[in-house]
């Protein structure tokens, strides 16, 4: 998972970043707006967080940028200003959380896991606009089809299930599956992902299907 930390003190840029390698995110640090800018457009970004007082230009016009001009990419805004005001403006422009100066760690952390497992910020319009053939019952980890058919998976399969169904057509990475199925890092050399699409395949095909890209993820193809 990659992460930008736009974040002008250095002892709080080196604080977080540290701490959130450790936790095994790859993250890179800007010390501006300029230079959180230049890399945005390299593209790629799983979470902004982001300061609103930087140093060559407000805070909350870079984040309307972010939420408008760059692909869609959550952003944890992490700022002293602690007014309602301040932190209505910055949900209003489209920030996906608000965590206020001075902070725990643990609870930062704990907002990133959260952001990172909620996905995309947005689908795009084919993704939005496109029907499953089934419905998924959360109560009994089942599938039903549209004709009463009832298909009960694991609860692991069925997590696994739902979060692709939550962006179908769309290429969701192993990475980004790990996050938010298993919520801890497993070893990159892990075959989890794999196997248990492996398991939904067996299941389920040809109503479910499961595209790998190579090189990229997987893609549940509906529509």
Not at 21 to 27: F, I, K, P, Q
Not at 122 to 139: G, K, V, W
């Amino acid at each position: 998972m990659r992460l930008l930390i736009v974040e002008d003190e250095p002892l709080i840029a080196r604080f977080v970043s540290r701490g959130l390698r450790a936790e095994g995110y790859t993250v890179v640090t800007a010390g501006g707006a300029q230079q959180a800018s230049e890399k945005l457009v390299q593209g790629g970004w799983d979470l902004v967080i982001l300061d609103l007082l930087l140093p060559d230009r407000d805070g909350l016009e870079l984040l309307s940028e972010i939420c408008t001009d760059a692909p869609p990419v959550p952003v944890l805004v992490l700022s002293a200003r602690r007014g309602v005001e301040t932190k209505v403006a910055a949900l209003d422009a489209g920030a996906s959380d608000y965590l206020s100066k001075p902070f725990a760690f643990d609870e930062l952390l704990a907002r990133v896991r959260a952001l990172l497992r909620r996905g995309p910020v947005s689908r795009t319009e084919d993704a939005a606009e496109c029907e499953l053939a089934f419905a998924l019952d959360a109560q009994t980890h089942a599938l039903v089809t549209d004709d009463g058919m009832r298909l009960t998976l694991s609860e692991r399969e069925y997590a696994l299930l739902e979060y692709l169904a939550s962006t179908p057509n769309q290429i969701v990475s192993r990475e980004r599956i790990l996050n938010a199925v298993w919520q801890y890092q497993f070893d990159p050399r892990s075959n989890v992902v794999d196997v248990y699409v492996g398991r939904l395949r067996r299941k389920l095909e040809p109503l479910v299907r499961i595209e790998t890209v190579r090189g990229g993820g997987y893609r549940l193809l509906a529509g």
